[in-house]
Structures are given as C-alpha cells and as structure tokens.
C-alpha cells in the first residue's frame, strides 16, 4: 500500500518558480502513474500533470509550458517544477498514484495530504 507525502509548498510572487516534490513509500513505485492535482479555494479538484513509469507525460492545457512533472523511480520521488506562476495557479497541490494514465481523479488510488502552493500579485 502506498503512502505519499508532499512537500515544498509556499508563498511566491507573480512569476516566480516553485518545486514542489512527493515522496512515495511502499513497493512498485515505477508501476504506478502518479500525478499531481490541485485545488483552489472553493473550487473543486483539478488535474495538473501526470507521468507514466517510463516516463510518458500529459499536462492540464492551463499549465502547459509552465509545469515540468518528473519522476526518479530508484528514489520513489515526484517532483513538479512550476515556473511563470500566477496568481490562479494558487491551490492546495496534492500527489496521488494510479494504475491508469489518466486526468480523472477518482481513478487515482492513493494520495497524499497536499501542500498549500500561494501565488502574490
């Protein structure tokens, strides 16, 4: 059974990066897909990224160009680099593992608790 922790969040300026990382416990790490959601105040859950074992990615369009998702399968570590930031990139992020390569939320099985990412303007 697997266990996610993410970490790295924060308070950033308008244009700023931020990387954030999610450490994973538990075996088969590279058999999952993992991806990173998020969610903003009052709003529901939205998918960001994701990243198959070998390394196949897929981005939400409104961070295309901006967010790099990245996997190190021998250290069971997620990371996403997010660049350009604004103010509506503001949410709680969280890392979640699937079976499926997939943006639908429901069919990841496993998350971690989220890190609060803020965006100043």
């Known amino acids: 059974q697997a266990q996610l922790v993410e970490s790295g969040g924060g308070l950033v300026q308008a244009g700023g990066s931020l990387r954030l990382s999610c450490a994973a416990s538990?075996?088969?790490?590279?058999?999952?897909?993992m991806g990173w959601f998020r969610q903003p105040p009052g709003k529901e859950r939205d998918f960001v990224a994701a990243i198959t074992g070998g390394g196949m990615t897929r981005y939400a369009d409104s961070v295309k160009g901006r967010f790099t998702i990245y996997r190190d399968n021998d250290k069971r570590t997620l990371s996403l680099q997010m660049s350009s930031l604004k103010p509506e990139d503001t949410a709680v992020y969280y890392c979640?593992?699937?079976?499926?390569?997939?943006?639908?939320?429901?069919?990841?099985?496993?998350w971690g608790q989220g890190t609060q990412v803020t965006v100043s303007s």
């Open positions: 538990g075996r088969d790490f590279s058999n999952y897909v």
């Open positions: 979640a593992a699937s079976l499926y390569f997939t943006t639908v939320g429901s069919q990841y099985g496993y």
